[in-house]
């Protein structure tokens, strides 16, 4: 059962979608980080504060990447369906800053390592949960 789940994930119907998710995913990834770094390093803010700011504006990013293109078959269309699966996908994403600030903090405050390594790993561990209730819910994927 784990090993025809972990094929399906490589070749099978979910795996394009899952590839696109996950290099929508790195290029969010990379600008967030990026401004995490920006707001911390130049504008002094403190690096759970950046964190935040950097985490939505990458929220609404990746929301259009998404419907554009990783569930393009599925998208949300016109202006009524958009707004509700960018409500959503800040409900889902939302639910996961937690997750992924509670992370952040433990890696540099107990494991002493730099804020953005940090967040590279929250980012990563966050990372199944926000795939699979976003295609579940913000776009109705089975």
Do not use: C
Not at 3 to 8: E, K
Not at 103 to 112: A, T, Y
Not at 113 to 126: E, F, K
Request: glycine share 8%.
């Amino acid at each position: 059962m784990i090993r025809s789940f972990l094929r399906s994930l490589v070749d099978g119907p979910l795996a394009r979608q899952l590839r696109r998710f996950v290099i929508v995913g790195i290029i969010a990834a990379t600008i967030q980080m990026i401004l995490l770094w920006a707001f911390v390093d130049s504008a002094g803010l403190h690096y759970l504060v950046g964190a935040i700011i950097a985490i939505e504006i990458t929220i609404v990013l990746s929301y259009v990447l998404n419907n554009a293109w990783t569930f393009q078959t599925i998208q949300n269309t016109g202006v009524n369906d958009y707004l509700a699966g960018l409500l959503k996908t800040n409900v889902v994403r939302g639910t996961a800053i937690p997750i992924q600030l509670a992370v952040l903090f433990s890696f540099v405050e107990w494991v002493h390592a730099p804020y953005l390594i940090a967040n590279g790993i929250a980012i990563a561990l966050s990372g199944v949960y926000r795939y699979v209730l976003d295609a579940r819910w913000t776009w109705g994927a089975t």
